[in-house]
């Protein structure tokens, strides 16, 4: 036992050791804003693509690289082995340059939750970029993110000034209170149940004439046995399916082997329901390394007034920078847009873009 806790140390020294270098490395891409390549959005993104990491981790990565430099014991430990990504992430987050030395001595023998738990009273910290003035005003946070988890269920995140979170809290309270006294004194209701109703709420009234874009898309297969998944989201259950199914605030959208009926040169414009296959077949911009996943443009790959189809093989999803750099002919694109791996993007130069950094293995000892 004591020889693998042996050899599982040393691993992760030279996991961190490499770390504090990829880190380096990509400070180094900051300095030199190596990064401003045509269709990329920001220097995570370029790290995601790159090093084939989450945007998540590419986000941590970024942070540390612009922090570090501020921090020169906390990187000499890095690089050392000394100590781990995430105990350097949360440093980077947290602690001000003034308390780098004692931050670093404690990082060497403290877990990452005890170094939460220490430097959590900090501000979160990120540098501002080097055009902000000392004039201009910090940046409030403010901000909501959601979307679909890796465990199949949907996420919501708020970030608010304390004025319009009071605002949402009391819109949440009321609708609960609501919800309470309609089901009498032995109602169970929690606050999911009052987000779920406040939206519900929402999207009712007036709006639901003339437009039925509030709708909860379902696409089914036509096939026997075939099941059937939310729009840009996760498969159901077939118990779940048919009881989604019952509500008529869901639009189905039906599928033969993952496809609409074609509809060839009979629209310019892409029908709808084509349309909603195309964006949930690529959950996202086809541009490698491209992060965006909402407010898409669906592309035909061969222009439809050079003779091309609206089907779903001449049709992809953008996002706009992308779509505005390809018919500013910056970005080629060419292939079948059905087979996953058969769409070709060129850049202005005409070499072709990977689909993402590629590692080199170790060499064999």
């Not at 490499?18 to 990064?35: D, H, K, M, N, Q």
Request: proline fraction near 6%; charge should be neutral; include cysteine.
């Amino acid at each position: 036992m004591q020889a693998l806790e042996t050899e599982l140390a040393e691993v992760c020294g030279v996991i961190n050791a490499a770390t504090g270098r990829l880190v380096s490395l990509i400070a180094r891409v900051l300095e030199a804003e190596s990064w401003k390549t045509p269709g990329v959005h920001s220097p995570a993104q370029w790290v995601a693509w790159t090093c084939g990491v989450s945007p998540a981790r590419a986000r941590s990565l970024v942070l540390m690289a612009r922090r570090l430099g501020e921090l020169p014991e906390t990187r000499a430990a890095l690089e050392a082995g000394e100590v781990a990504e995430d105990q350097v992430a949360v440093v980077c987050r947290h602690a001000p340059a003034s308390i780098d030395a004692e931050v670093a001595a404690l990082a060497r023998s403290a877990t990452v939750v005890q170094l939460r738990r220490v430097l959590g009273s900090y501000p979160l910290r990120e540098p501002a970029p080097a055009e902000k003035t000392e004039r201009q005003a910090p940046r409030e946070s403010r901000g909501v993110s959601f979307g679909h988890t890796e465990n199949g269920t949907w996420r919501l995140t708020a970030e608010l000034p304390p004025e319009e979170g009071a605002l949402v809290e009391r819109a949440l309270s009321a609708t609960r209170d609501e919800l309470f006294r309609a089901g009498g004194p032995n109602a169970r209701v929690d606050w999911a149940d009052a987000l779920v109703a406040m939206a519900d709420r929402s999207l009712g009234g007036a709006s639901r004439r003339h437009t039925d874009r509030h709708l909860v898309l379902l696409h089914v297969g036509t096939q026997p046995g075939a099941g059937g998944h939310l729009h840009l989201g996760p498969g159901l259950s077939d118990g779940i399916r048919r009881f989604i199914g019952c509500d008529a605030r869901v639009r189905p959208v039906f599928e033969a082997g993952g496809k609409p009926i074609s509809v060839g040169r009979a629209f310019r414009t892409v029908p709808d329901r084509t349309r909603l296959v195309v964006e949930d077949r690529d959950r996202g911009c086809r541009v490698p390394g491209c992060d965006r996943s909402r407010w898409l443009h669906v592309h035909h790959i061969r222009h439809w007034e050079d003779g091309g189809a609206s089907d779903t093989p001449n049709l992809l999803a953008l996002c706009h920078r992308h779509h505005r750099l390809h018919h500013l002919g910056r970005l080629g694109i060419s292939g079948n847009a059905d087979d996953p791996d058969g769409v070709v993007f060129t850049d202005e130069r005409g070499q072709t873009l990977v689909s993402c950094g590629g590692p080199r293995p170790l060499a064999a000892a």
